[in-house]
């Protein structure tokens, strides 16, 4: 099969559509008729309509005071345990967070165990607190899963803890000649169970 030069032009007429005939590289763009879209196309709806049988008014729209805010405030989880510092004249005090591992001869000299150095393979945490100028039977120290309450006279400390903890197995002592307090807190991870 001999193909002639306006054969081929006619083939690729054929293929292009309504194009006109010209041998100009600029007219070899493709076709971009069809609108494409992205994500920024698709917008959030910024309006929250709240109904109810309660009253006989119009629905209440909550607006959202500025676009750009990641989370509107009923997104916003309550902390049930916070430190108002403008409510509670007391000083916090200086503290240290330390993690301990419970190791025995297999994990030191065999290494046979699943432990390792980092943090995820430790059992315990010790939060060492400073506070100068009290006396043990003026502190109240309150343990739940997820908080630390350190009151005295002088200090207090409402803590979030970075892991949960086993309040029952928790203990401290207290140091009356450096005034340090130390929690001793068995740590209650999710996957604990994989590192031990």
């Not at 007429?13 to 010209?22: E, P, Q, R």
């Not at 069809?34 to 309660?54: E, Y």
């Not at 989880?77 to 503290?95: L, M, Q, S």
């Not at 309040?167 to 140091?175: F, G, Q, T, Y």
Request: aromatic letters at 8%; hydrophobic letters at 30%.
């Amino acid at each position: 099969m001999d193909f002639s030069e306006s054969d081929i032009f006619l083939l690729k007429n054929l293929l292009d559509g309504d194009k006109n005939i010209s041998s100009s590289s600029d007219d070899d763009l493709p076709n971009t008729s069809a609108a494409k879209l992205g994500p920024a196309d698709i917008k959030r709806s910024v309006n929250v309509k709240i109904t109810g049988n309660q009253s006989k008014e119009e629905p209440k729209e909550i607006r959202s005071s500025d676009p750009n805010n990641i989370w509107e405030w009923y997104e916003v989880p309550e902390v049930p345990h916070t430190d108002d510092i403008h409510a509670d004249p007391r000083i916090k005090p200086e503290y240290d967070i330390k993690y301990k591992q419970f190791v025995a001869t297999e994990d030191v000299y065999l290494q046979m165990g699943n432990k390792t150095p980092i943090t995820a393979s430790c059992e315990g945490m010790i939060i060492d607190i400073t506070m100068k100028g009290e006396n043990k039977d003026d502190i109240d120290c309150n343990v739940t899963d997820t908080h630390l309450d350190i009151r005295s006279p002088s200090y207090r400390l409402n803590l979030a803890l970075p892991h949960p903890v086993i309040p029952d197995s928790c203990s401290a002592e207290w140091h009356g000649k450096t005034s340090h307090l130390i929690v001793n807190l068995t740590l209650s991870r999710e996957y604990d169970f994989l590192n031990f």
